[in-house]
Structure formats: structure tokens, C-alpha cells
């Protein structure tokens, strides 16, 4: 988080020193042909790699402690949140250990503004997230999915 708050803090022109900052929060030389505008937010770094081509737009939150896997191509819309981790459901276990499971991002995915991806999701090749969309579970292939209602999926022991 410290050398997010360094990449945010940066000039949008300095390119160089951007490119240098991110090799450092990814812990090694990301692709060339990758373009991610700040303000970037992420909580581990190490997690995650990406492919050839990918675009992240402003105010992205990476949470990747599970692990992210981006392919080639990839358009990332602002505020886009991937998180790899969260607490167990059941009351009494939340404040004891965090859960994760890595999220894939396969080829040519667009995820639109302001989506939420959850731990454990893979978005098939070519599909598109919709703007604001929750995305909770496998997004099959050539796929369009949107949507933000909530569904009710049990009830907790009190």
C-alpha cells in the first residue's frame, strides 16, 4: 500500500517513474503494452500478472492476495474492484481468518465501470462485464452479463 500511495502521487506525465513504481507493487517487470492510470489501489502486489495489452482506467482497487491472472487484451473500466479475499459468512468465525481464492480474467474480457469481480470468479474469454455489474460466480465464454440486485442466498444462525 505504501508504493500505491508513491504510484498515486506521481505526475500523470512521468510514465518512467510510474513504469518503476509498478514493477516494484507487482514484484516484477510487468508487459510493456501495460497501461494503468492512477489513482491504482492494491493490498498485496505480488498476486497478480498480466498479459499483453491491458488497460486498468482510474481508481481500480486490486485485491489480490488470492491471486488475479489477467490475459491479453484486457479493458478494465474505472473503478473497477477485483477482490481476492473476504471473511467466512457464519457470525461467529468473521473475525477469525480471511478466505481467498484467486480471480482469472481470460483474453479480450471488457469489464465495464464500477464492477465488482468476487473471490474465486473466472471471466471467459472475450466475455463483458457490464458497467456496475457484481460479478459472483464463472462468466462462461462470449458472454454479455450485467446486474447489481441482491439475492438472498440463506439465512444465518443467530
Known sequence: MN????????????????????NEIFGRPVPDSLSILPPFYCDYGLGASFGERVFINQGCFFLDYGGITIGDRVLIGPRVTLSTAGHPVELGERHDFITHAPIVIEDDVWIGAAATVTPGVTIGRGSV?????VV???????SVVTATSAVERKRLKP
Open 3 to 22: 508504493l500505491t500511495s508513491r504510484l498515486n502521487a506521481l505526475p500523470f506525465d512521468d510514465l518512467d517513474g510510474r513504469r518503476t513504481v509498478l
Open 136 to 142: 459472483a460466480k464463472d462468466v462462461p465464454p462470449l
Open 129 to 133: 462485464v457490464g458497467a456496475g455489474a
